[in-house]
């Protein structure tokens, strides 16, 4: 019998530090950029979330992380990872934080779109079908904006954007894989270490090749290493699985739509960056149709669970 419990007022609370701490890396990341590149803040980032994994992944039963049907499964997590981080990290380098932030989170819409091709179970309803239209011209409404702002390079935001929704993309392809293959079985740790490892190993090598290795030891550069290392990377992650072991996951699941939310409040806040009106009814709207894709499997494990 699972004697996982509702929310309570702890967990709530717990949560919304938790999407708070999720809206906040990008704008983080953004801020340390011209003392870290991006790339390299994710790259050590990984590396070191993986040795602190290793001593939580060492206590799990029945790991077997050099097993074949493990290992190709999550060479291919690894790759998809490593991909998404990649593109978040060039995108934060061309828009605005709070744009990369919003479009990332676009990812639970690709996911249902793959998951209703490969999985019976997972089929779309015609009211999914319309969250995902909503979410879709949500998305187009963000891109619009003036060929020409005195100031602003507006193709250099227009690629960062489209860069930001590939790594949702690829986020997607990530859980997808995830779903559908033995890693679906495996501890969530073995999961966040193949994937730690890879992103660490792939990102230095883009890294040095593009020549943003480079890294001065500011303030503010050491700040946001030990915030994604130690809080995002570590801290978080630990809550996150306190929260899955102890809480039901579908309420849990409600509050990841405060992170955007969050991600935009940051970014007005601390960069001073200018929201446009579309791109705040396009966000509106892409939250709205992510809900509405959602709400079904909510639904559903709230009746199970009673």
Known sequence: MDDRKVLDARASGLMAVLCMIWGLQQVILKMAAPDISPIMQIALRSGLAAVLVLP???????IQL???AYLRSGLLVAFFFALEFFLLAEAIRHTYASHTVVLLYTAPIF?????????????????????????FFGVILTFIRPQTVQGIDTQS??????????????????????????LSQAPATQTMFYQMLSGFIVLMIVAWITGQ????????????????????SFASFLAWFWLLRTYLASRLGVFSFLTPIFGMGFGV???NEKLELNFLIGTALVLLGVIVVSLPGWIQSKRLKI
């Open 213 to 232: 290795t480079e890294i001065h030891f500011t303030p503010l550069a050491v700040g946001s290493l030990i915030f994604h290392i130690f809080v995002v």
């Open 111 to 135: 996911v249902a779109l793959g998951l209703h091709r490969k999985l019976p179970a997972e089929r779309l309803s015609i009211l999914q079908w319309s969250g995902i239209g909503i979410a």
């Open 269 to 271: 806040y601390l960069l």
């Open 56 to 62: 939580l992944l060492c206590r799990e039963k029945n």
């Open 157 to 182: 935001i227009l690629w960062g954007d489209g860069l930001a929704l590939m790594a949702a993309i690829a986020w997607a392809a990530t859980t997808i894989s995830i779903r559908l293959t033995p």
């Open 66 to 68: 050099l097993a074949p």
